[in-house]
């Protein structure tokens, strides 16, 4: 299993998936899992993924919800280029990626994205309250995805 975080600490609550990774970390969850930090460069992740592997990502994202609020989504579901009004913080957002990792035939079968609805995208080193307090139920989701995942490929 992967646990990929994109985003920038910098801006933010774009911190959220490097926070997850952090608590990840720190409490010693998912042994054996591989953790990664992919920053802001999406298109990095193509040459990460492993086709018979779970991947899970965890990203803000722009989804019209409350602060704080998460989302899981399979990688058809997250949307092209633009979220509002506001391009991708990233280059190659995880979309683009996506359609080139599929178009390659490099996008894995079993990956989902956790979402989290950002409060600031603004220069700010560290989580706003509400996305910081969301950060365990991303553990949650995950950990229900690994249990989902373990159940339909046993012995993965």
Known sequence: ???IAVGNPLYGDDGV???VLERVRATGAFPGAELIDA??????????????????????????????RVARFAPGEVSLGIAGDRLSLHG???????????????????????????QSLEID??????????????????KAEVHSDEADHPGH
């Open 1 to 3: 299993m992967k646990i």
């Open 17 to 19: 998936g490097a926070a």
């Open 39 to 68: 920053g802001v460069d999406a298109l990095s992740l193509i040459d990460r993924f492993e086709d018979g592997e779970l991947h899970v990502i965890v990203d803000a994202a722009r989804m019209g919800l409350e602060p704080g």
């Open 92 to 118: 190659f957002g995880l979309a683009e990626t996506f359609a080139l990792a599929e178009r390659i035939d490099r996008l894995p079968r079993r990956l989902v994205v956790v979402g989290v609805e950002p």
């Open 125 to 142: 080193r560290g989580l706003s309250d509400a996305v910081a307090s969301a950060v365990p139920e991303v553990l949650e989701i995950i």
